[in-house]
């Protein structure tokens, strides 16, 4: 059962992101609650892509966040194995978060979960997922790169994985 | 560097002392860190858990728990890991295992933001994380124990008992 400071953390939480966001729903039931909006993709023109933002409780006196943003969808089948070995190695220099395949829903997300004292302050909560957020999207945006060149066929598996496990940059 | 995060650091290893978790100071990627060591010989289990501050942007910190795990220099184990860890990763609320192929060891990575959180907030966070990430690279260490020496490899072995729970 979600308790009182999920649900001012909700309320902060989409009081500051309706600022940049234009439809928030809102899901879930005792247990848990999401916050679901759209963002727009860096790839694609007109792409939006979805955020699903969960608040669940983590054990007496904490909260879970799980932010979860879907960066690819409609991906084929047949492209499976090869982007598992592309997000394996995409996934080493990342600070922050994880890139995952979602077979059932042909899709590829960015994964990242945060535990927040249940007293802390709400718009503190707030500030820190929209800070998240921005890091999120910054991510898709630098290492979805190798992603998007496969799928659209500019560099094929190898060439991306040589590439990323190359990187040798600032991580995010 | 600066003076903030060395004081990030000395306020995570107050906080380990007084909950009876030994840190040492160390360094990582040429920047002051914290080290704990996990008490295990087990081949599998997770070796060392390196906490370091690191800043995204100027106006951004993240503290980040790197836990060291299984190192092989053997690439069919290699291999293996690797397709392992798309599976046990969808099963994570908080942080990746990953390969680490060029210097042949498996990780666990864990990091979070901190920012606007004061430091009772971010202290409270870094605690509960440090729990999960605990539990998480010992209950995957058993895990892989099991798998690895499947003699029908990984594909076999992995319907038997896997389940990693977080919370």
Do not use: W
């Not at chain 1, 992101?17 to 694609?44: H, K, M, Y």
């Not at chain 1, 929209?130 to 094929?156: A, H, N, P, Q, S």
């Not at chain 2, 009876?20 to 060591?37: Q, T, V």
Request: net charge negative; aromatic share 8%; charged share 25%.
């Amino acid at each position: 059962m979600l308790n009182e400071n999920a649900g001012r953390f909700l309320e902060a939480i989409g009081n500051a992101l309706s600022e940049n966001v234009s439809q928030i729903t809102v899901e879930g039931d005792e247990s848990s609650r999401s916050l679901l909006f759209e963002v727009a993709s860096p790839f694609e023109e007109n792409k939006l892509f979805g955020y699903d933002i969960t608040l669940s409780e983590a054990g007496v006196g904490f909260i879970l966040a799980e932010f979860m943003l879907i960066a690819f969808d409609g991906i084929p089948e047949e492209h499976f194995d090869e982007l598992q070995r592309i997000i394996t190695a995409v996934n080493v220099p990342l600070t922050l978060g994880g890139f995952n395949l979602i077979p059932e829903h042909r899709a590829i997300e960015l994964r990242q979960g945060m535990i927040y004292g249940a007293d802390a302050k709400s718009e503190d909560v707030a500030g820190n997922i929209l800070g998240t957020i921005d890091l999120m999207e910054d991510t898709v945006l630098m290492f979805g790169t190798y992603i998007d060149d496969f799928l659209k066929g500019r560099k094929t598996a190898d060439e991306v994985i040589a590439e990323a496990e190359g990187f040798g940059g600032d991580s995010l | 560097m600066n003076n903030n995060d060395q004081r990030i650091l000395d306020l995570i290893a107050e906080r380990l002392e007084n909950v009876g978790i030994y840190s040492e100071p160390a360094e990582y990627g040429g920047e002051a860190a914290l080290e704990l060591i996990f008490d295990s010989e087990d081949e599998f289990a997770p070796k060392e858990c390196t906490v370091t501050v690191i800043h995204p942007k100027d106006d951004m910190t993240v503290i980040q728990l790197l836990v060291t795990m299984l190192h092989t220099e053997d690439e069919e184990t290699v291999d293996k890991l690797c397709s392992l860890l798309p599976e046990l990763n969808s099963l994570l609320s908080i942080g990746s295992f990953g390969v680490m192929r060029s210097d042949g060891y498996m990780y666990y990575n864990y990091a979070f933001l901190t920012e606007p959180l004061d430091e009772g907030s971010m202290l409270e966070s870094f605690g509960a994380a440090l729990q999960v990430v605990s539990a998480t690279a010992i209950r995957c260490g058993e895990l892989l124990s099991g798998f690895m020496s499947e003699k029908d490899g990984a594909d076999e072995g992995r319907h038997d008992d896997y389940s990693i729970v977080q919370f």
